[in-house]
């Protein structure tokens, strides 16, 4: 306090000698401190501005309460006094001298002169933890009235102590931010640990991205448990930053908690542009973040120039590379000029060349460069700017001046893909190119045979991916399936190549159904099928009298059999034919009836039926006693004697002739033939039992060359291996018999006249089995004996 006083008392002596119209330098303030003087200046805000253009914000850096202000002629020279109130309520009276300078454009400013001096901050700390006496460990001159930001480095650790902050003697806390009037020594403060709780505090400040960064951490100490309170913590002096009370810890207890956290979030500043009484922009801007340019105001002849704090230009412009830490106002600032009209065309490129579009009548002020690239805006679709034809950058320099844009079309691609019954054919796929909206309809066409163009494809060429599709489709065919009796069973619509789908082929009476009359699998035409039918045939037999078969023949359906010779037996004749042989609807057997000469008739054994007279006169047959037969009486039969148009009806053993009234129908005359083989064209049938017996012969040849045995001698050997080869032999020649004589696919029946053949091959077949068993059992027997000798 002495030092300041005398200080008080030297600027007083100063402000004495100015009063008394005595000029003094303001380098020529003695003390025995520096005096440092800084220059700053004034704008219409009263915020400072020093020598650099950095702005310095007056109340924060001097703490003024008052000052005193004098205007002045252009370069004249006041001197005077003007006294300063600080925080702390001491008032300093510097010596001020102002002059009306013209600085960077800056007219009517005043530069205030201002007295500052230098004080030296000594920081003390312990020698160690056993010699608690002070000694410096640190200097720093420090100019009045801050300490700019210094802070002292933490000192050694103490053992058995914590650190606590430097404290100067009235035990304030020594802050980067504190303010020295004079010298000051402040001291290490530390606390015992087994005595108080240490604890931190954090304090985070908010970052222009929004994150938050540790501005200071400070250890403090306290009682075990007890209560900290965050609101008794927050930091003062923060330019800028607002305590966020929500983000931040409430409280914590000491002993228990560590830290206490505590957030600090950048003030908002407002930042307005006007033009004139027009507001046309306000930003709020975080503490020294960035303001951004508004758009370029317009004023009916002028021409913008800049934003600045004044209305007149004379403040401070503005600038987007400022941080802005405190609310500012700028005005729009104009400068008159001529204005010329200007007319802007736009063309258009057509099959011929270019095409006006569209013209616009503007008008810009003498010296104005229309931006080519601005003009680049004007989008329009299916077109791209022509930079190379297009005019430059112009400048407006005379009235009725004309600028011109291009714009050439763009070609989109496109690209023609085939379909066949739906499947892409990538292989054929072309490509091509035309402008926007253009409508294409030309493509090569590529049909393959049986496909037909669904339509005439059509593409209308837009921005996005452009594809014309040419779809081919199978051509369709009608298919009719008809009856013998050309009569439509089924009629169906059949795709190209596809096949057609038969019906059930309808039910012939006296006939079976042997296929369709065309091949229906591969339909490239439009077709009529017709079901295709045989006539059915039958055997008929005839047999004598003891079975034997006197003629065997195959006769078509609703024929008739052509009657075969008789033989003759000697003492008996000829009666007739027992069973049918006309109008054949099935196969029949029919039996040669004979009588003794001298008897009525030899009808069969069991069951006697209708007998056919003979055809030719009995023979004289010598007499031969034969019991005559007990004839049951049927309740109508024929027997038909001698001629055979005659008819004799037997009732009762009575016999009586009646002579038909119409003839006989004309009987086709088939041919007598030989009973042919079973798969033959005549009677299409096959022997069930064959088969039977070939399996039966298989079967056991392969039962007799899948036995074995582990021990036998040569000799047994030799025997087993020509039974097995005999087996074989018997086996395929059974199959190869089978598969000459029989046809599985047609009709079945029980025998034929190879049956005989087939159960001998097997009955061989079942010997050989036998003597190949026989001959393993003697081995096995053999060789038990010589095991057991």
Same mark, same amino acid.
């Given at each position: 306090?002495?030092?300041?006083?005398? /200080?008080?008392?030297?600027?007083?002596?100063?402000?004495?000698?100015?009063?008394?119209?005595?000029?003094?330098?303001?380098?020529?303030?003695?003390?025995?401190?520096?005096?440092?003087?800084?220059?700053?200046?004034?704008?219409?805000?009263?915020?400072?501005?020093?020598?650099?253009?950095?702005?310095?914000? $007056?109340?924060?850096?001097?703490?003024?309460?008052?000052?005193?202000?004098?205007?002045?002629?252009?370069?004249?020279?006041?001197?005077?006094?003007?006294?300063?109130?600080?925080?702390?309520?001491?008032?300093?009276?510097?010596?001020?001298?102002?002059?009306?300078?013209?600085?960077?454009?800056?007219?009517?400013?005043?530069?205030?002169?201002?007295?500052?001096?230098?004080?030296?901050?000594?920081?003390?700390?312990?020698?160690?933890?056993?010699?608690?006496?002070?000694?410096?460990?640190?200097?720093?001159?420090?100019?009045?009235?801050?300490?700019?930001?210094?802070?002292?480095?933490?000192?050694?650790?103490?053992?058995?102590?914590?650190?606590?902050?430097?404290?100067?003697?009235?035990?304030?806390?020594?802050?980067?931010?504190?303010?020295?009037?004079?010298?000051?020594?402040?001291?290490?403060?530390?606390?015992?640990?087994?005595?108080?709780?240490?604890?931190?505090?954090?304090?985070?400040?908010?970052?222009?991205?929004?994150?938050?960064?540790?501005?200071?951490?400070?250890?403090?100490?306290?009682?075990?448990?007890?209560?900290? $309170?965050?609101?008794?913590?927050?930091?003062?002096?923060?330019?800028?930053?607002?305590?966020?009370?929500?983000?931040?810890? @409430?409280?914590?207890?000491?002993?228990?908690?560590?830290?206490?956290?505590?957030?600090?979030?950048?003030?908002?500043?407002?930042?307005?542009?006007?033009?004139?009484?027009?507001?046309?922009?306000?930003?709020?801007?975080?503490?020294?973040?960035?303001?951004?340019?508004?758009?370029?105001?317009?004023?009916?002849?002028?021409?913008?120039? @800049?934003?600045?704090?004044?209305?007149?230009?004379?403040?401070?412009?503005?600038?987007?590379?400022?941080?802005?830490?405190?609310?500012?106002?700028?005005?729009?600032?104009?400068?008159?000029?001529?204005?010329?009209?200007?007319?802007?065309?736009?063309?258009?490129?057509?099959?011929?060349?270019?095409?006006?579009?569209?013209?616009?009548?503007?008008?810009?002020?003498?010296?104005?460069?229309?931006?080519?690239?601005?003009?680049?805006?004007?989008?329009?679709?299916?077109?791209?700017?022509?930079?190379?034809?297009?005019?430059?950058? /112009?400048?407006?320099?005379?009235?009725?001046?004309?600028?011109?844009?291009?714009?050439?079309?763009?070609?989109?691609?496109?690209?023609?893909?085939?379909?066949?019954?739906?499947?892409?054919?990538?292989?054929?796929?072309?490509?091509?190119?035309?402008?926007?909206?253009?409508?294409?309809?030309?493509?090569?066409?590529?049909?393959?045979?049986?496909?037909?163009?669904?339509?005439?494809?059509?593409?209308?060429?837009?921005?996005?991916?452009?594809?014309?599709?040419?779809?081919?489709?199978?051509?369709?065919?009608?298919?009719?399936?008809?009856?013998?009796?050309?009569?439509?069973?089924?009629?169906?619509?059949?795709?190209?190549?596809?096949?057609?789908?038969?019906?059930?082929?309808?039910?012939?009476?006296?006939?079976?159904?042997?296929?369709?009359?065309?091949?229906?699998?591969?339909?490239?035409?439009?077709?009529?099928?017709?079901? *295709?039918?045989?006539?059915?045939?039958?055997?008929?037999?005839? *047999?004598?009298?003891?079975?034997?078969?006197?003629?065997?023949?195959?006769?078509?359906?609703?024929?008739?059999?052509?009657?075969?010779?008789?033989?003759?037996?000697?003492?008996?004749?000829?009666?007739?034919? @027992?069973?049918?042989?006309?109008?054949?609807?099935?196969?029949?057997?029919?039996?040669? *009836?004979?009588?003794?000469?001298? *008897?009525?008739?030899?009808?069969?054994?069991?069951?006697?039926?209708?007998?056919?007279?003979?055809?030719?006169?009995?023979?004289?047959?010598?007499?031969?006693?034969?019991?005559?037969?007990?004839?049951?009486?049927?309740?109508?039969?024929?027997?038909?004697?001698?001629?055979?148009?005659?008819?004799?009806?037997?009732?009762?053993?009575?016999?009586?002739?009646?002579?038909?009234?119409?003839?006989?129908?004309?009987?086709?005359?088939?041919?007598?033939?030989?009973?042919?083989?079973?798969?033959?064209?005549?009677?299409?049938?096959?022997?069930?039992?064959?088969?039977?017996?070939?399996?039966?012969?298989?079967?056991?040849?392969?039962?007799?060359?899948?036995?074995?045995?582990?021990?036998?001698?040569?000799?047994?050997?030799?025997?087993?291996?020509?039974?097995?080869?005999?087996?074989?032999?018997?086996?395929?020649?059974?199959?190869?018999?089978?598969?000459?004589?029989?046809?599985?696919?047609?009709?079945?029946?029980?025998?034929?006249?190879?049956?005989?053949?087939?159960?001998?091959?097997?009955?061989?077949?079942?010997?050989?089995?036998?003597?190949?068993?026989?001959?393993?059992?003697?081995?096995?027997?053999?060789?038990?004996?010589?095991?057991?000798?």
């Amino acid at each position: 306090m002495r030092k300041l006083k005398e /200080i008080v008392i030297v600027i007083i002596a100063i402000a004495s000698m100015i009063c008394t119209a005595s000029i003094i330098p303001a380098n020529a303030i003695t003390n025995d401190k520096t005096v440092h003087v800084n220059y700053y200046l004034t704008d219409d805000q009263e915020n400072y501005i020093n020598w650099d253009g950095e702005r310095i914000d $007056l109340e924060q850096r001097i703490l003024v309460k008052e000052e005193t202000y004098v205007n002045l002629a252009q370069d004249s020279y006041v001197w005077g006094t003007t006294h300063f109130t600080t925080s702390d309520g001491i008032q300093l009276y510097l010596s001020v001298g102002m002059k009306k300078v013209d600085y960077k454009g800056k007219n009517s400013c005043d530069i205030i002169f201002g007295a500052y001096m230098d004080n030296t901050v000594n920081f003390m700390d312990w020698r160690s933890s056993q010699d608690h006496t002070y000694e410096q460990v640190d200097s720093k001159p420090v100019r009045f009235p801050y300490n700019l930001g210094y802070e002292a480095k933490d000192p050694a650790q103490k053992e058995g102590y914590t650190f606590m902050g430097w404290y100067d003697e009235q035990g304030y806390r020594f802050e980067k931010d504190s303010i020295i009037k004079e010298d000051l020594n402040v001291y290490a403060k530390y606390v015992k640990n087994s005595e108080k709780k240490v604890y931190t505090v954090n304090h985070y400040t908010e970052q222009l991205n929004g994150e938050y960064k540790n501005y200071e951490s400070k250890k403090n100490q306290a009682s075990n448990n007890q209560l900290i $309170l965050a609101e008794s913590m927050i930091k003062t002096g923060l330019t800028g930053f607002i305590f966020n009370a929500e983000k931040s810890d @409430k409280s914590i207890v000491a002993g228990q908690d560590d830290e206490l956290n505590l957030y600090y979030d950048r003030d908002i500043k407002t930042v307005t542009f006007m033009n004139g009484n027009e507001t046309l922009s306000v930003q709020n801007i975080k503490y020294e973040g960035k303001a951004t340019m508004p758009e370029t105001p317009i004023r009916e002849g002028y021409r913008f120039i @800049k934003w600045n704090t004044r209305m007149d230009g004379n403040g401070r412009d503005f600038n987007v590379n400022d941080s802005v830490i405190y609310d500012s106002v700028y005005y729009a600032i104009f400068e008159s000029v001529p204005s010329y009209q200007y007319t802007i065309k736009y063309y258009q490129e057509d099959i011929k060349g270019y095409k006006l579009i569209q013209s616009e009548n503007k008008s810009a002020f003498k010296g104005t460069v229309i931006n080519a690239t601005d003009q680049q805006k004007n989008v329009y679709d299916g077109y791209k700017y022509n930079n190379e034809k297009s005019d430059k950058n /112009i400048e407006i320099v005379q009235d009725q001046q004309v600028i011109s844009f291009y714009y050439d079309r763009i070609e989109y691609p496109y690209v023609i893909q085939y379909y066949y019954d739906g499947v892409l054919d990538i292989d054929k796929n072309e490509n091509g190119s035309g402008y926007l909206n253009d409508i294409i309809t030309e493509f090569v066409d590529k049909n393959k045979e049986g496909f037909k163009l669904l339509s005439a494809p059509a593409l209308t060429i837009g921005k996005d991916e452009n594809v014309m599709k040419v779809e081919y489709v199978r051509e369709q065919y009608q298919v009719r399936f008809l009856d013998k009796d050309g009569q439509v069973i089924k009629s169906e619509t059949v795709k190209y190549g596809d096949f057609a789908r038969a019906p059930e082929a309808p039910q012939v009476t006296g006939m079976h159904f042997t296929g369709w009359d065309k091949d229906m699998t591969n339909i490239t035409a439009s077709l009529d099928i017709t079901a *295709q039918y045989k006539i059915n045939t039958y055997t008929v037999e005839f *047999q004598d009298q003891k079975g034997n078969t006197i003629s065997r023949q195959v006769v078509e359906y609703g024929q008739d059999a052509t009657l075969p010779d008789v033989p003759t037996i000697e003492g008996y004749e000829f009666t007739g034919w @027992k069973g049918t042989y006309q109008n054949i609807q099935n196969d029949e057997i029919v039996t040669a *009836q004979y009588r003794q000469i001298g *008897q009525t008739v030899i009808p069969p054994a069991d069951d006697p039926s209708d007998v056919i007279p003979p055809t030719q006169p009995p023979t004289e047959l010598p007499e031969i006693t034969v019991p005559a037969p007990t004839l049951p009486t049927p309740p109508d039969r024929m027997i038909v004697t001698g001629d055979t148009n005659q008819q004799t009806s037997l009732i009762g053993g009575e016999v009586s002739n009646n002579q038909n009234d119409t003839e006989q129908e004309e009987i086709a005359q088939i041919t007598d033939q030989q009973t042919p083989k079973s798969h033959g064209a005549v009677e299409k049938q096959w022997a069930v039992l064959n088969l039977i017996a070939v399996m039966l012969s298989l079967i056991l040849a392969i039962a007799l060359l899948l036995s074995k045995r582990n021990k036998e001698d040569e000799d047994m050997r030799t025997r087993r291996r020509w039974t097995k080869v005999v087996a074989i032999i018997i086996a395929v020649v059974s199959i190869v018999i089978f598969v000459v004589t029989e046809n599985i696919f047609l009709p079945m029946k029980l025998t034929d006249q190879y049956t005989i053949i087939m159960l001998g091959l097997s009955l061989i077949q079942i010997v050989m089995t036998i003597i190949g068993r026989k001959y393993k059992d003697n081995g096995q027997l053999k060789q038990t004996v010589i095991n057991e000798s």
